[in-house]
């Protein structure tokens, strides 16, 4: 064996680790969503594939899954869309605009703060403000909910990649007299695309996933996936099978979105590793 084989080999078995310890779980899940409640508990090895689970979740009259995905897409794109405007505005203040220098830090110090907070710790107190502006039960409560969860994620990701962009371009820009909104449009956005696709993406996935938040804001007309998943657990009985069908098809979204922008995250999240 040569020394490079030799110095590669661990770097592979890591990988190859880490590659199991996500995989194994999601092939797991998949899996139980094709057996029967019996063969499952009884930790059978090999087991004939039914597809009852994916039809009583898809179609019983007593499901509500379907109604639960639109909501969850409804919620998530909104959100995501809200949030990411935002965070690019506030980045852009942050690092073109002229505060003082202990106005950013505080500033972003508070955001990572406030995102160390468990979602669980706010739900209460948004339930409480949302019922008193009539917000309780609604997308609109919801999603203003996941903007601001999400939020300062967001802004230090957008920071960064809006630090990046040469200021020579935006002094170019100026000269040619563009105004703020010009430059931030036709100068600013086309050079973060791939950081806006990143954020945007991750914003979409921590929002498609939030439980806490939308088990306290929600009812039966507005709830998301993760709440729906939950109702597989009751007092008497835990529907294991028909649990690991509805995880299964709420893992479809996020796959299809990393799938399709996997370059784009990628390049979004390395922007600003090298200069």
């Given amino acids: 064996m040569s020394r490079r084989t030799g110095s590669v080999l661990p770097v592979h078995v ?20 094709f057996r029967t409640q019996i063969s499952l508990l009884m930790g059978d090895v090999l087991f004939t594939p039914i597809g009852s689970n994916f039809a009583e979740v898809l ?97 230090w990701l957008m920071a960064v990649f809006v630090r990046d962009v040469p200021k020579e371009l935006e002094e170019a820009a100026i000269m040619d007299g563009a105004d703020t909104p010009h430059i931030l449009w036709h100068v600013i956005l086309p050079l973060i695309t791939p950081g806006l696709a990143a954020t945007s993406i991750l914003t979409f996935i921590f929002s498609w996933n939030e439980f806490a938040v939308a088990l306290t804001l929600t009812m039966k007309q507005t709830a998301t996936v993760p709440v729906a998943i939950a109702k597989f657990a009751q007092d008497f009985e835990i529907q294991y099978t028909q649990m690991a069908a509805s995880a299964a098809l709420a893992m479809v979204p996020a796959i299809l979105v990393l799938l399709v922008a996997q370059r784009y ?7 600003g590793a090298v200069k």
């Fill in 59 to 155: 179609w019983s009259k007593t499901s509500d899954f379907l109604l639960n995905y639109r909501n969850s897409i409804i919620v998530g794109i909104v959100s995501t869309v809200l949030c990411v405007v935002v965070a690019t505005l506030a980045a852009f203040s942050l690092n073109r605009m002229r505060w003082p220098a202990w106005t950013v830090h505080l500033f972003l110090a508070w955001t990572m703060i406030f995102h160390m907070i468990p979602p669980v710790a706010l739900a209460s107190a948004w339930f409480t403000m949302a019922r008193a502006v009539g917000l309780e039960n609604t997308f609109t409560g919801l999603i203003l909910a996941h903007a601001t969860l999400n939020l300062p994620m967001a802004i």
């Fill in 265 to 271: 995250i990628v390049k979004g999240l390395t922007q």
């Fill in 14 to 33: 890591a990988l190859a680790a880490g590659a199991a310890l996500v995989l194994v779980p999601i092939i797991w899940t998949v899996a139980a969503g």
